[in-house]
């Protein structure tokens, strides 16, 4: 195990990793089927589901800072997205009596639904 200080960038469902010195990323992570967790005070890992020995680690500055980032990446998945959509666009049928997508034609579309699950 060797430690590497890197900069990283979260963005939308892509952690993307720099060398500190350079402006262009030197790789990205694929946030999906994967586990985040809280190793110590300042340190998480992500690992894939499908392949446990794929494991990267990262410290951070301050415990708070840690907690921030296993958070903001927990909620990065592209299911956390889709469930979330679900609940929202639940919540706004029941107060609006409208189904929101469906002015977007995309309302009965499988991804959209409760208990779908795409492969």
């Known amino acids: 195990a060797v430690l590497k200080k ?3 960038k979260l963005v ?3 952690l993307f990793y ?12 694929l946030l999906e ?6 190793e110590e005070e300042n340190i998480f890992s992500i690992s894939f589901i499908q392949e446990p020995e794929r ?13 921030e980032w296993v958070e903001a990446l927990r909620r990065a998945s592209y299911e956390f997205l889709r469930r979330s959509l679900i609940f929202y666009r639940n919540e706004i049928q ?11 034609g995309i309302s009965e ?3 959209f639904q409760l208990g779908t699950h795409r492969q």
């Open 6 to 8: 890197r900069l990283v």
């Open 109 to 111: 579309e499988a991804r």
């Open 12 to 14: 939308v469902n892509f």
């Open 33 to 38: 089927h994967c586990k985040i967790t809280k």
């Open 94 to 104: 029941k107060m609006t009596g409208k189904d929101p997508l469906e002015q977007y």
């Open 18 to 29: 720099f060398r500190t010195d350079e402006a262009e990323p030197i790789g990205a992570l």
């Open 55 to 67: 494991k990267y680690c990262f410290e951070c500055a301050t415990e708070e800072q840690c907690q």
